[in-house]
């Protein structure tokens, strides 16, 4: 006499397949959430932005350098047109330093004499010290 086993929980509350549930299906299972895929999208996107506004802001310091490096040699040709028009009574030599002095007429002129070797009787007045360099431009010297 066999009797026939009959299950007392209801059928439409037990899985046939627990393993595939979205959930735990036991006490201690696994906890699975739900992705919340606004909140991932919110997540990556915020990720995305702090990348990429990194990155430009590299960029923008290497064009500001590009900027500033662009500026210095126009700042050397514009020195070096105005030298090269001034009064020259020598040729100036590669890594020698000079000075540009601009006289009473408005012209300028070269000079080896440095302001202070004129001492206070100085008849120019300075405007700058520069460097003859390699590629025959001048670069200016910061004055102390």
């Known amino acids: 006499m066999s009797e026939e086993f009959v299950n007392p929980i209801d059928k439409d509350k037990v899985a046939e397949n627990p393993g595939l549930l979205p959930y735990a299906h036991t006490v201690g299972g696994a906890i699975i959430r739900p992705i919340d895929k606004g909140r991932t999208k919110g997540l990556a996107m915020s990720a995305m932005y702090e990348q990429t ?3 430009l802001d590299q960029i923008r310091k290497q064009v ?20 090269y028009k001034a009064d020259l009574n020598f040729k100036p030599l590669i ?3 000079y000075h540009l002095y601009r006289k009473k007429d408005g012209t300028d002129l070269l000079s080896m004499i440095s302001p202070e070797e004129w001492g206070r009787s100085c008849p120019y007045e ?17 004055q102390e």
């Open 95 to 97: 890594g020698h330093i």
């Open 53 to 55: 506004n990194r990155q």
């Open 126 to 142: 300075f405007l700058a010290s520069a460097k003859l360099l390699s590629d025959h431009t001048w670069e200016f010297l910061p």
């Open 64 to 83: 500001e350098l590009l900027m500033k490096q662009a500026q210095d040699i126009h700042d050397r040709v514009e020195l070096s047109e105005r030298i």
